[in-house]
């Protein structure tokens, strides 16, 4: 069982036991390292226009800037092995606010709170004797989480997509619409490839160069926007909406809220690649749930921020 920390100490803690796991790159995020940022314009199809004061999703079509991500902290990674990617989208909104829905290409979390993810973090740590992880540690953190066992599962085995346009990306957590009649509803969001779901096949990918899905987008881009369309799920009562391990039913009201159509790369990578994309900047007509990881998330993510930005 992991001892409770206090917020801000748990999420330097956290950060320090992925630096301790993974190692350190100066500069770049503790998590989702390597990427490429791009221009975007979302359009929204009107039909959450009753669902939420949200600008973006009931409004005029707005810019956006995307990052795809590789979820790991070695920057240096070659495209072609499997990991979890990232879609981080900042909407840049009328009156000149943003807001961010970060999401990656897994549909639920390996942990319920932030002290479950330090204790599997803690659970994979190598055996001095041995260098390697003791899976018998690890597989006592999942014996005691077993909501964590479908992500961890799905994470450990999942298929490399063949393009960053060709896979869906979550949002996992829930988070609340506010209507303008007072009304409120938690959804989730995913954003669903237009160009369908394409992943590498056994022995795919070995002639790959180290940076593929950068110059596959590309080589699409040239050819038109790479687009998703924005799907949000509605909850019935009782569907939970604090733990990010946990999926609602399949058959739930969902609703096509509009497309990102991603243009061409930013001209100032260097600048959107140092900005935070924080699933916590929220803006009205949108609200978080109750969801823990949600919740300690932005605090994390400032830690990684104030280390990449000091290159330690
Ligand atoms: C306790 C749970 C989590 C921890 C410790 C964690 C840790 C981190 C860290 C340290 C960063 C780098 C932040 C920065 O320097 O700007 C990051 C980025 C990211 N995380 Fe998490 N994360 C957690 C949960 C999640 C969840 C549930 C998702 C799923 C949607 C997620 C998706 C991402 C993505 C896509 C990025 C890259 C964002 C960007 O492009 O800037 N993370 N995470």
């Known amino acids: 069982m992991t001892t409770e920390l206090p917020a801000s100490q748990l999420s330097v803690s956290i950060v320090d036991e992925i630096e301790q796991l993974k190692g350190t790159f100066p500069g770049y995020r503790r998590a ?18 009753d669902l939420t004061t949200a600008a973006h999703p009931r409004g005029e079509p707005v810019r956006a800037t995307v990052r795809f991500s590789h979820t790991d902290t070695n920057p240096h990674l070659p495209d ?42 803690r659970s994979a740590e190598p055996d001095p004797a041995t ?14 989480h077993p909501s964590a066992g479908p992500a961890l599962f799905t994470a450990a085995q ?17 988070f609340l619409w506010r209507a303008g009649d007072g009304a409120v509803r938690p959804v989730r969001c995913r954003w669903v ?24 987008l590309a080589t699409r881009l040239a ?3 790479v687009e998703f369309s924005l799907k949000v799920q509605l909850a019935e009562p ?17 609703i096509t809220a509009g497309r990102l159509a991603v243009t061409g790369e930013v001209t100032d990578q260097e600048h959107w ?27 994390i993510y400032a830690v990684s921020y104030n280390r990449r930005s000091h290159q330690r």
């Open 273 to 299: 690649d140092s900005q935070v994309f924080d699933p916590t900047l929220l803006t009205e007509g949108i609200e978080l749930s109750g969801d823990p990881i949600l919740a300690a998330r932005s605090a």
């Open 158 to 174: 999942i298929p490399t997509p063949v393009s960053y346009g060709t896979t869906t990306y979550w949002a996992i957590h829930a």
């Open 238 to 254: 009782g569907d939970p909406t604090d733990d990010a391990t946990l999926v609602w039913p399949a058959d739930r009201t969902e």
């Open 80 to 121: 072609a092995g499997p990991a979890v990617r990232g879609l981080a989208v900042k909407f840049h909104l009328p009156g000149g606010t943003n807001t961010d829905l970060v999401a990656v290409n897994l549909d639920r979390f390996i942990a319920a709170t932030p002290e479950d993810f330090l204790g599997l973090l």
């Open 223 to 225: 050819r038109g926007p």
């Open 32 to 49: 989702h390292a390597r990427c490429v940022c791009y221009d975007a314009t979302f359009v929204p199809s009107g039909v959450a226009a």
């Open 193 to 216: 490839p237009e160009a369908g779901e394409h992943v590498l096949g056994a022995g795919e990918g070995a002639d790959w160069p180290a940076e593929h899905l950068t110059d596959e």
């Open 131 to 144: 260098g390697q992880p003791d899976l018998a540690k690890v597989q006592a953190h999942v014996g005691a």
